[in-house]
């Protein structure tokens, strides 16, 4: 069956950084976008950041533009979000989600692995 | 950015009785071309990732139960939970992925039993 497994996520200072990682199975990981979505503590969600199946296109919030990037591993099955620069606003649940596209919804979802930014 | 607005932010009903969350586009998310609207509900229980419920407005995802539905067109939609069981109490986000990026969420509905 479908799975989605993130890790990497802990506490960490403002200003430091984070890799979260994304492992996929039960399916065909490079026919996929994949998208990272976060949900801080008590509130909606928050689109973050997206890559296409071929990783050619990323496209990034506002609010994270500059500070965090999105990579796949279309060989290990595995989607990444490099994140610099934290911030206490950081801290949130981050998800990795699948869709068949651009102009699709997001079918699955992993557990999600929490970040929290704290001195 | 398109901004989807969801109403009530809170909802009780009892077990047995329909719920109805609405859920509005700034701009209308319908692609005439093919006749699509390009809107999505979840579901999140507590503790749990989101659930995808229905997209293109009003299909169901696979395995989802029939008692959930969704209509709508353009810039207004609803999800209707036609009688509400206890496994339904969650938050239900509607989404919008026409305008993309970004992908746009609503603010979220959090249903409880009454």
């Known amino acids: 069956q479908v799975q989605l497994v993130e890790s990497g996520g802990g506490l960490v200072k403002p200003g430091g950084s984070l890799r979260l990682s994304c492992a996929a199975s039960?399916?065909?990981?490079?026919?996929?976008?994949f998208t990272w979505i976060r949900q801080a503590p008590g509130k909606g969600l928050e689109w973050i950041s997206y890559?296409?199946?071929?990783?050619?296109?990323?496209y990034y919030a506002d609010s994270v533009q500059g500070r965090f990037t999105i990579s796949r591993d279309n060989a290990k099955n595995s989607l990444y979000l490099q994140m610099n620069s934290l911030r206490a606003e950081d801290t949130a649940v981050y998800y990795c989600?699948?869709?068949?596209?651009?102009?699709?919804?997001?079918?699955?979802w992993g557990q999600g692995t929490l970040v929290s930014v704290s001195s | 950015d398109i901004v989807m607005t969801q109403s009530p932010d809170s909802l009780a009903v009892s077990l047995g009785e329909r719920a109805t969350i609405n859920c509005r586009s700034s701009?209308?998310?319908?692609?005439?071309?093919?006749?699509?609207?390009?809107l999505a509900w979840y579901q999140q229980k507590p503790g749990q990732p989101p659930k995808l419920l229905i997209y293109?407005?009003?299909t169901r995802e696979s395995g989802v139960p029939d008692r959930f539905s969704g209509s709508g067109s353009g810039t207004d939609f609803t999800l209707t939970i036609s009688s509400l069981q206890a496994e339904d109490v969650a938050v239900y986000y509607c989404?919008?992925?026409?305008?993309?990026?970004?992908?746009?969420f609503g603010q979220g509905t959090k249903l409880e039993i009454k």
């Open positions: 890559i296409s199946s071929n990783e050619n296109n990323t």
């Open positions: 293109w407005a009003s």
């Open positions: 989404q919008q992925y026409y305008y993309t990026p970004p992908y746009t």
């Open positions: 039960g399916f065909t990981f490079s026919d996929y976008y």
């Open positions: 701009q209308s998310v319908l692609y005439t071309s093919n006749n699509k609207n390009y």
């Open positions: 989600a699948s869709h068949g596209g651009n102009y699709f919804p997001f079918d699955y």
